[in-house]
């Protein structure tokens, strides 16, 4: 007779495909894979209108900016498949007013079902970890670092291991527990103007620029 709670692998507000390559897009927890889906139901359809709707006015800078943020939909969409580590979303503009906030408001409603919540750049790094480790805990998915601001190159050695890491774990402020998921399953998106990344955070990063002229 089996006895205790089942295996919870991931909470996810947005549609995912499991390991196995299955759709998991209705309410409910689903046993083989260990996913509990907190959302509607959602049927496929063909064709991309409704990503076109949501990404076709952006001012993008060259196509590859373009192709880069799909590409980050897509890690959201398949996050089971890459538990390691994966790139974080650098949104370059090059000056205010160009629309990298909404940009990563419709990444975090792609990914997580809903706006996500922002946190700031501080230059001390003990601060910021404790930023991040709020969120994790909060089960956010997608963490906005809203318009960093630095007196050159963005470095962050708790950001550049977060991103990383395979299994997220922060300890608890005041406590010896630990504020912890069994996999890495956080999108961290990055809004600047004039993006200055230093090199450990260049390697960690896919670039999206936004150019607008006038």
Known sequence: MKTGLPVLNAYVRSPVF??????????GYHAACGIFYDGPTVTPRDGDAALRAAIDDFKWQGEVDRVNF??????????????????FLAINGNKPGVGKGTLANVLALVTDGELPNSITLTGNDEEFEKQIAT????????IVIDNAKSVGAIASASLERTI???RLNFRRLGSNSSI????????????MNITNLGADLRRRALPVNLFVTG
């Open 164 to 166: 990383t890491a395979p």
């Open 135 to 142: 969120r994790v805990e909060a089960g956010d998915r997608v």
């Open 180 to 191: 912890s998921r069994p996999e890495n399953d956080v999108l961290f998106a990055l809004t």
């Open 70 to 87: 799909i590409g980050a939909l897509l890690t959201g969409l398949t996050m089971p498949h890459w538990p390691y580590g994966h790139p």
């Open 18 to 27: 499991d390991k196995e390559w299955n759709f998991i897009a209705s309410f």
